[in-house]
């Protein structure tokens, strides 16, 4: 019911587009979630936005590095991703949460209290130093 793409190699510095959609859901029912993980390490939530008042959150919010949007037209979501670093190297994963993100900000991170309803697969960025 979500489908992730957009991944890819890019060199640092530059911009990928990820997307995620959705069918068989009624999208302002949900939040929508992306996270990243990279092998060995923790999941990781990068930004949400809840689709039915377009409250977002975002890592790295007074940077602006990460921006997250709605296409109702198209039932998708995109994060989009600039100034990318090596560090940005992951499988990003979207989510579908019901109603809102229940996402907690502290010390530079975000810690879900509530699981996700649905998840995509994982689309793969690798960033080039």
């Known amino acids: 019911q979500l489908q992730a793409s957009g991944g890819g190699l890019v060199q640092a510095g530059g911009s990928l587009r990820l997307s995620c959609a959705a069918s068989?859901?009624?999208?302002?029912?949900?939040?929508i979630a992306w996270f990243r993980q990279v092998s060995g390490k923790e999941r990781e939530g990068v930004s949400c936005?809840?689709?039915?008042?377009?409250?977002?959150m975002s890592l790295e919010f007074e940077e602006g590095r990460f921006t997250i949007s709605t296409d109702k037209a198209k039932n998708t979501v995109h994060l989009k991703m600039d100034s990318l670093k090596p560090e940005d190297t992951a499988t990003y994963y979207c989510?579908?949460?019901?109603?809102?993100?229940?996402?907690?900000?502290?010390?530079?991170?975000?810690?879900?209290?509530?699981?996700?309803?649905?998840w995509g697969q994982g689309t793969l960025v690798t960033v080039s130093s």
């Open positions: 989510a579908a949460i019901v109603d809102r993100c229940g996402w907690v900000y502290y010390g530079g991170r975000f810690y879900d209290t509530k699981a996700p309803n649905y």
């Open positions: 068989g859901l009624i999208l302002d029912d949900y939040a």
């Open positions: 936005i809840e689709i039915a008042d377009g409250r977002s």
